[in-house]
């Protein structure tokens, strides 16, 4: 069975690793990028059937992002997770959820519940029910 393949996407180096082990090695393929200029080359490189990305990165942040995905790649599905830097995080992920992600965390967030969703969301991406 092949492996789904997730791309990570924060600038926090930490976060990425930390979302790796918490997802497991095992289940699935990770790539990952720094930010939104960095995930983009990487799309255009190779599929992915998931991507969770931070919102506030430098020079593309997840906003960004998710616009660039919805008009070159509508299918993906999209994970978001926000502390939210000066700002609320609430409004950014709000914004997100309007522009299409699947999901979205406010950091911290759940380790058990990022776990279901990601299975959730691979779950229906191959059209198949629990």
Do not use: W
């Not at 992920?93 to 911290?108: I, M, N, Q, R, T």
């Amino acid at each position: 069975m092949d492996r789904k393949k997730i791309l990570l996407v924060d600038d926090e180096e930490a976060i990425r690793k930390m979302v790796h082990v918490i997802l497991g090695d095992e289940l699935y393929e990770f790539s990952e990028a720094g930010n939104g200029r960095e995930a983009q080359i990487l799309l255009e490189k190779e599929p992915f059937d998931l991507i969770i990305t931070d919102v506030i990165m430098p020079d593309c942040d997840g906003i960004e992002l998710i616009m660039a995905v919805r008009s070159s790649r509508p299918n993906i599905k999209i994970i978001v997770m926000s502390g939210g830097g000066r700002v609320n995080a609430g409004h950014y992920l709000d914004l997100a959820g309007k522009l299409g992600a699947a999901k979205v965390f406010e950091k911290p967030f759940d380790t058990t519940a990022l776990r279901r969703t990601v299975q959730e969301l691979l779950t229906e991406e191959l059209g198949t029910e629990k």
